[in-house]
DNA sequence: GTCTATACTAAGATAGAC
DNA sequence: GTCTATCTTAGTATAGAC
């Protein structure tokens, strides 16, 4: 697995090959098979084990607070994970892996965040569209940051003031039709 | 060109093979290479093909209004020219194709519109740091759009709202630091 | 300009010996 | 559990005939 995720760190999830995995850990590619019954299958084991290293971030930053100081300590934990590691955040974000879609015991993990989410838009008066606009604020800054200033936080340093704006605002007026 | 256009747009950019583009215009691929230098040489070709494209119909929204209107406008058009076509936008907009960099004369094209943008967020009161919140703000609608709801508008419907607001309010307050 | 033939690379996966 | 050997597939690119 770490070797998989360095491969990943360094080269991009597409570089991961299980030549590549085999070389690192001083065995031969057929040997992987005892391990993982094929590509994809390592693939799920990543989103798994990426998804509980993230669920495990959030339960540490703690449920205290308000449900506005809540959402917004979530929402840094999961932007700066996001862009902590750009091959992660592709395996876990977006569905850009030809063949690849998580099992059902593995995307249980993502659910929970979801889960979590909704519920403290639900408590600010945020239905289901404004969540939209939520989810789109925390993709945007998180592709920004990712593609044109990697390691930095030119993007990631607006999102405090952008929730603010959009909890503000966002919530009652603005609906479209 | 519209060979691999079709090929990009129905099995996304990373399926569009020299074998597959000869196989639809009836060559054989190695007979493609008296038209292309190598496969990046088609990437760049097709990336100012789109860039031509985007600028037309940006040119073809016009320049009437108030700077606000003219930006409502420019936006609409470009966040519905990335949404129409994946593949189109993955080519444009990230940087997701493994050796590809356009050429400078290609990039040139990119560059006009980012121009055209700057200066009419200038004229709003946004500088740079709240340009970024904008890129953020269109490329989250977009990504959440394609990734979520492919040929819907789930999200994308939300754009005028969120400049609206964004205009109204982040232009002079809400600068981190 | 187009072809055939081929070199080269590299991937995922399987068979069967040890 | 690990190996060698191999199958199968598929790609980019080049050489050289026509």
Redesign the pocket.
């Known amino acids: 697995m770490s070797a998989a995720w360095a491969i990943a760190h360094e080269q991009g999830l597409g ?6 995995v ?1 070389r690192r850990v ?6 992987l ?3 993982v ?4 299958d390592l693939y799920d084991a990543m989103f798994a084990q990426a998804n509980a290293e993230l669920l495990a971030r959030v339960d540490r930053a703690g449920e205290s607070g308000s449900a506005r100081e809540q959402l917004l300590r979530l929402s840094r934990v999961v932007l700066d994970f996001a862009v902590e590691d750009p091959a992660r955040q592709q395996l876990l974000f977006t569905r850009s892996i030809p063949g690849f879609t998580p099992s059902a015991q593995s995307y249980a993990l993502a659910e929970q965040l979801i889960q979590r989410t909704s519920r403290l838009l639900a408590e600010l008066g945020c239905g289901p569209p404004q969540a939209d606009v939520y989810t789109a604020l925390i993709a945007g800054l998180c592709a920004q940051q990712i593609a044109n200033d990697p390691g930095g936080d030119r993007w990631t340093r607006h999102l405090e003031p952008m929730l603010e704006l959009f909890l503000d605002h966002f919530p009652d007026s603005s609906e479209p039709r």
Chains 1, 2 share one sequence.
Do not use: D, N
């Open positions: 570089a991961m090959t299980l030549h590549e085999a001083g065995l031969r590619q057929p040997s098979y005892v391990y019954e094929s590509k994809l």
